[in-house]
């Protein structure tokens, strides 16, 4: 599942050694052999985001507002003579001295710039103009007139008499993501074999980064793109910084069907942007978000072939228990597997049985930090469980800590230690519980028959206020 982290899996793997006497004891006598139960339940993410991430192919790579190779900030400066049709809508910055001013009056302008390399005709409009106003401290005509050096934003548009002109804007047009996210639907569909995507974040000066939405309209095939706001590294949005209503928005037709399997729209802002895979399903395509992750690495198989090489390992260079150590790796890696099927990507879990992602179970999809939660309290129970039990055979009490039997007498010696598990557990069996109905709710809102349309834009219009500016 989504929210659960690179120490939570370790955790679990510590918690499968403690099943084990014979490790316990290793690690009493500070024998540090078993931590590797936690290692290799933290191994299916480390191999996937240390080195699958970088060996996967983009067949596709959108960066919307190139950065500059000094500053790692956008725009990044393009000469005029640069400019060409496959430069058009992304943000960059050029940069020379004004010279005919064609047209100025309240909320626009329109004017040439040069620089060494060329000339392009330039438009600001609405609330562009004010803003390159304030921008320069000055009208187009006084800073031409002063013939000095100045800088604008914007991207590289067509006009409606087929030339090129430099839009003033402060973010790139929502168009070129659309394009190009239809362009990788077909291709995906026309070739028969996956397309993956790369989609760059969009950062500014002052740690800031411009959120946009990528929405799917099934029913229309149409990709729409929204751009939104400025927003912090905490997503909270600067105010004033939602793009006028000519630029907002970007729209693109696809030729063929498909099918976002996650009903709400993707959001791209302060995380680095991401890859998503688009495969042929049939007569459709099909969206397979970060298709490099949750392959192989998170499957039954790869838990199995994990214990059986730590084992090998430690057998080689003489571990006595090496035997337990693998089948204590084994459930960690195994562990990690399942808690990450609890969310709602889910994993390719039996290769080469299974070829794609089975789905997860989507356990409280709009809380999944109590997913988390319940996790880490189910680990931290067994941990307890299994040191109380096995404490009289660890030497460190000659009796277990807890006897529930003491103190609920109807409770027989033989299943008092079953009644504290029991007891342990109950608190995550709940929220497991609670998260199963709240993921029939999730379900029943969006996808009930009947309804379907109206809560995709009930969510469409959810995430655009979260978007912001709309």
Known sequence: MSAVRGWTHFFSGLAMVTFFPPLLLDLINGVMWPVLAGVAAYM????????????????????????????????????????????????????????????????????????????????ARDRDYTKLRETLGSTIEEAARAKRRISISGFLDIGEDGKPYWNVADAPHP?????????????????GRMVTIKIHN???????????LVHYDQDNKRIIVYMGPLVSTG?????????????????????????KVYPRPTIIDAFSGPEIGYVKSGEVVEEVFIPWHRGFSHSVTASLIAGVVVGLLALLVGYTNYLYLAVACTLGYLAHVLEDQLGFMGSNLLPPLTKKR?????????????????????????????????????????????????????????????????????????????????????????????????????????????????
Do not use: C
């Open 358 to 470: 089975v789905p997860g179970l989507m356990l409280f999809p709009t809380r999944p930090g109590l997913m988390n939660f319940a996790t880490n309290w189910l680990m931290l129970a067994l941990m307890i469980w299994n040191l109380n039990r096995f404490s009289p055979q660890l030497g460190v009490t000659p009796y277990k800590l807890i006897r529930l039997s003491t103190v609920i007498q109807s409770i027989p010696v033989h299943l008092e230690d079953y009644a504290l598990l029991g007891l342990l557990i109950a608190p995550t069996l709940l929220v497991y519980l609670a998260g199963v109905v709240d993921r029939s709710l999730f379900i029943r809102k969006y996808r009930a028959p009947g309804v379907e349309e109206a809560k995709r834009k009930e969510t469409l219009e959810e995430a655009l206020e979260e978007v912001g500016g709309y």
């Open 44 to 123: 299916p993410d480390f191999v996937d985001f240390k080195f699958r991430k970088f060996l996967w192919r983009q067949d596709i790579v959108v960066d919307p507002a190139p950065r500059d190779p000094r500053t790692k900030l956008s725009p990044r400066r393009i000469k005029i003579n640069k400019l060409s049709e496959a430069e058009r809508w992304r943000l960059y910055y050029i940069q020379g001295y004004v010279g005919r001013v064609l047209e100025e009056r309240e909320g626009f302008a329109k004017f040439t710039l040069r620089d060494e390399t060329g000339e392009i005709l330039v438009i």
């Open 175 to 191: 168009q070129l993501i659309a394009n190009k996210v239809a362009e990788a639907i077909d291709r995906a569909y026309e070739s």
């Open 235 to 259: 997503g909270l949005p600067l105010e004033g910084t939602e793009p006028p209503e000519y630029r907002k928005l970007g729209v693109a037709y696809t030729k063929y069907s498909f099918r």
């Open 202 to 212: 969009i950062r500014v000066a002052g740690d800031f980064y411009r959120r946009f």
